[in-house]
């Protein structure tokens, strides 16, 4: 599948952020190939460990959607999520699931291990602040969805 590169922010609901360009195969090139049921609607990331998260397509094909097997120009390093992790641009972390060991089509939104403790299924970022890991500077988020402006 084609590679590409995402200059994109990855900002945790835990209050910090970084932005790096991240390598990897769009989702949606990704779900091209494999056919998915018409009535797939979600799709479910487990991680080596265990933990799990689901996210909607509709969030997963837009289009700077990765699953990342790089950062920088070089493999994602394992305490980063390497080899393979998502990377969701526009949600909180919790759903930029790491160290990926199965994706499950499904037909609607499951909870996962942030979920299950109160957390929001959605996860669209909300207006507040990030500590900016680039700059180690504090800086504020202004409005929801993806973090571009900094």
């Known amino acids: 599948m084609p590679s590409v590169t995402v200059d994109a922010r990855l900002t945790s609901v835990s209050g910090f952020s970084v932005r ?3 390598d990897g195969v769009a989702f949606s090139e990704f779900l091209k190939r ?6 797939a609607s979600h799709a479910t990331f487990r991680s080596v460990g265990g933990y799990e998260s689901t996210v909607s397509l509709e969030n ?8 990342c ?3 920088e120009g070089q493999p994602l390093e394992l305490e980063y999520g390497g080899p393979l ?5 526009h ?3 919790y759903k930029s699931v790491k ?3 199965e994706i499950e089509l499904t037909d609607r939104m499951k909870g996962g291990y942030w ?5 929001s299924r959605e996860a669209e970022i909300e207006p507040g602040y990030t500590f900016d890991m680039n700059t180690r500077k504090r800086r504020p988020i202004r409005g929801g969805g993806e973090v571009t402006e900094f």
């Open 115 to 119: 979920e299950d403790r109160g957390y």
């Open 69 to 71: 097997y790089g950062v």
């Open 60 to 67: 997963l094909l837009k289009p700077r959607v990765i699953l």
């Open 91 to 93: 949600l909180w972390g």
């Open 20 to 22: 790096a360009p991240w």
């Open 85 to 89: 992790r998502l990377l969701v641009p």
């Open 99 to 101: 160290w990926l060991s």
């Open 34 to 39: 494999i056919e998915p049921l018409e009535s």
